[in-house]
């Protein structure tokens, strides 16, 4: 029994982080953030995206490789996420995904770092 005026009694409980702020609200698929990546890089004509186009691959597969490399990339997992290892930049997307022993369907990456992403990619010119 608390006595009264402590301060397990004045504290309010605190909502989870995961429940205040949506899960959905924060991460986006990587196929979908190389994606869109690609294209902001290419309407802003950055140089990265030239380099991206030079590549065998396609693009937004080339942007998915690169961002497996610079950002934070995570595995949903049930309820939570865990960080899956970076690429390696000698590595082809294939070689990479298959390394990790996951599918490009199941990495996501959070917004704020794909907004990082490309403030990286326009200091590169």
Excluded at 21 to 27: E, K, P
Excluded at 34 to 53: F, G, M
Excluded at 104 to 110: A, F, M
């Amino acid at each position: 029994m608390a006595m009264l005026g402590s301060k397990v009694d004045s504290m309010p409980a605190k909502p989870a982080l995961k429940d205040a702020i949506g899960w959905r609200d924060r991460m986006v698929a990587l196929r979908d953030a190389a994606s869109d990546s690609y294209a902001k890089a290419k309407s802003e004509a950055l140089p990265i995206a030239v380099a991206a186009e030079r590549e065998s691959v396609s693009a937004a597969s080339w942007f998915a490789n690169s961002m497996l490399q610079v950002v934070p990339v995570y595995r949903r997992t049930g309820a939570s996420c865990e960080r899956v290892l970076t690429a390696r930049p000698s590595q082809s997307l294939e070689n990479s995904l298959s390394r990790l022993g996951v599918a490009l369907d199941e990495l996501y990456v959070r917004r704020r770092d794909v907004r990082a992403y490309l403030h990286w990619a326009r200091t590169l010119q």
